[in-house]
């Protein structure tokens, strides 16, 4: 039995920006022909590096966990390791991660991202001496961090927010808000309510509109928004 | 080119697990500690892991840790040093309570405890049944491990150099180790990294192979630069190849699926491994699995419309068990394999997934080249070949051997750095030259070589011959052909010249590692004429006088393979554990 395969080109409207010689970013139209066992739109990536290898992206597990390959694609951001080229209609438009600066190309610079994941404390704090053995938590105590530990740090929610491109350097944003409740919910942590303080401000937690653009971004199907609105609730119920 | 200079008490090169476990270690004693990484810390590769990590904490049934470091010998097929698995095992539990107290989610039991699961070639009461003992966080424990060490070095403060690509190590004439030089990325501006100690932490080069389950950034960046700074490297011809990648994609699936009760079959519908491991069946030993699911293939029961692979079944499992404890496989095969296995196998096939050897080193992390440690250098992890996991590697062994041995290498630093005097060695010029020069080559380079052709070589070369099974013809051919490639990699071309973020320079330098990395492998493989573990060959087939082809008389010792003339020498296998008695030699069964 033979397997035919059609001839499958994937037509690209990247965005290009090299400071070291592009006065301007601009948009390169490129088409490449793809190979039968090309899935993903990172493979097509790939691809077509091999050919100019001055494309410039960052990518490593490509199967959605480490959360380097993050980009704009046809308007919405995404993992290109997790996309169905096919699923694509053409020509493609990848630009960088809106709202932070561009590097080069298809690379952001994340500093601002990971300065408000640093800011929410991102670590267990637990002052009790560690018992011997482990802490204990009941199977249900442990689902409540389902949904929240699973983040992959890949900034697609941030930067797919209208208020955290308004205020990079003052609203922690959904990924840092995630990860500030999922600290909340661990009943290992025992700084709720500084944790709880570190929020409250007018810009920290309170710009979320419920926009929701997060939620329709994410590709770990996370959501940040109910996490905000769970800390938005144990706000109210401690002023009562 | 200018170079800049910055001086640390450690240098730490990789943020995987091993790294970031040291890294707490060296950051908490106070001492001013660099970490170098060429991704962001939580996209190292040890994210990827899946099915969990070792410890006979016996939460759901009785277990004990010379019991483990029993099933790690004989997984290891003898070639495992005995002291290093006993340091390991023993020290299981206690890591994975740290680990639990650094806020790691783990799984957990109705009293609380941490969830543990079976996994391949882990038995109770020395060899008899599986026993749970991987402690899993769903199928996500790599991810949350990563995740929970780099929490706790933001708590620790340590200092990180993110996106900075190390290029060489850098000695003095007397040998000891100076320090790294590395390039940002985002400038291409090349430092000197100063200390009194330097770990390796760099993970594995499983990208030497054309189907792999690692990641693009595991390129044994480590294993390349020990090699070219004069270090040899150990056991280089063991690689385990994973019994279950996705078809095609290469995209892995955890064993956990087989713990949790997953079963492999033919085009038979047959769950083969009955007879291949009438015990342990699905859970026997990776190679072995991997070797039956092969044979299988080869004797025409594969699966599919080429027949090239078999099916891993879990369409008999309560659908929760699968949303609960295998979450994240559910969206792999949907995403990887188009099947969503609460309704349809999943279409596997052994895949290139962990290098067994690596830098050598005892327990406490410190290199050992000749019988004694290289002065402040250190290795942990896949790059480091300490070696407990010797021929074969069991499930769930590498991420307790990045927290064992990222931790002990750590502790040995401290110690080491404390009895440093305070004035640091003059850096030779010569070192740093010869770093440069590699990259002055790549910014001038004409007419030459394209990285992503050669690599591409080199990969389909290796796959085509070091793969699950050899063949003595085949792997002499390797040899040959490799030497050939190498040529190419010295003469690689980019036409990307940018100094701004230039991943086309960052591929021609990895392919630099790599290269050394196939070599090494090839070169070791082709010389080992038995089979044992990983490493299984025609001409040393199974028979009366050497059960599974393996031969003791002749090779019951690890491989040392030189750059410097392609030259190999050997050195015993450490049967002597610390304070247990030795576990004799058996032929391997599951």
Sequence with gaps: ?240 | MKVAKRTFDAVIVGAGGAGMRAAVTLAESGLKTAVITKVFPTRSHTVAAQGGVSASLGNSEPDHWTWHMYDTVKGSDWLGDQDAIEFMCKQAPQVVVELEHYGMPFDRLDNGKIYQRPFGGHMSNFGEKPVRRACAAADRTGHAMLHALYQRNVRANTQFFVEWLALDLLRAPDGRVLGVLAMEMETGEVTVFQAKATLFATGGAGRIYYSSTNAFINTGDGVGMAARAGIPLEDMEFWQFHPTGVAGAGVLITEGVRGEGGILRNSDGERFMERYAPNAKDLASRDVVSRAMVTEINEGRGCGPAKDHVMLDITHLDPHTIMQRLPGIREISIQFAGVDPIKAPIPVVPTCHYQMGGIPTNYHGEVVVDGASVAGFYAAGECACASVHGANRLGTNSLLDLLVFGKSSGESMVEFIRKEPAALQEVPQAEIDKSLARVNRLNTQTHGADVHETRLAMQRTMQAHAGVFRFKDMLQQGVDKILEIEKQVAQTEIKDKSQVWNTARIEALELDNLIEVAKATIVSANARTESRGAHVRDDAPDTAEHPNGRDDANWLKHSLWYREGNRLDYKPVKLEPLTVESIALKTRAY
């Design chain 1, 1 to 240: 039995m033979t397997i035919e395969h059609i001839a499958r080109t994937a037509n690209f409207r990247i965005y290009r920006y090299d400071p070291d010689k592009d006065a301007a970013p601009y948009m390169q139209e490129i088409s490449v022909e793809l190979d039968p066992t090309d899935r993903k739109l990172l493979d097509a990536l790939v691809r077509l590096k091999s050919k100019d290898d001055s494309l410039s992206f960052r990518r490593s597990c490509r199967e959605g966990v480490c959360g380097s390959d993050a980009m704009n694609i046809n308007g919405k951001n995404g993992l290109a390791c997790l996309t169905d080229i096919d699923s694509l209609p053409q020509p493609i438009t990848l630009r960088p991660l809106p709202g932070l600066p561009v590097i080069r190309d298809l690379i952001v610079d994340m500093t601002q991202f990971f300065k408000q994941y640093h800011s929410i404390k991102p670590y267990v704090v637990n002052n009790t001496p560690p018992p011997e053995r482990e802490r204990l938590q009941s199977p249900e105590e442990r689902e409540e961090l389902n949904g929240l530990y699973e983040c992959i740090l890949c900034a697609c929610c941030s930067t797919a927010c209208p208020s955290f491109w308004w205020n990079p350097d003052k609203f922690v944003g959904p990924a840092g808000l995630l990860a500030a409740y999922r600290f909340i919910a661990d009943t290992r942590d025992e700084e709720t309510n500084e944790r709880l303080d570190n929020l409250e401000d007018p810009y920290r937690l309170f710009r979320c509109h419920t926009i929701m653009n997060c939620v329709d971004v994410c590709p770990k199907s996370l959501n940040p928004t109910k996490a905000i609105g769970k800390i938005k609730e144990l706000m109210l119920s401690r002023a009562v």
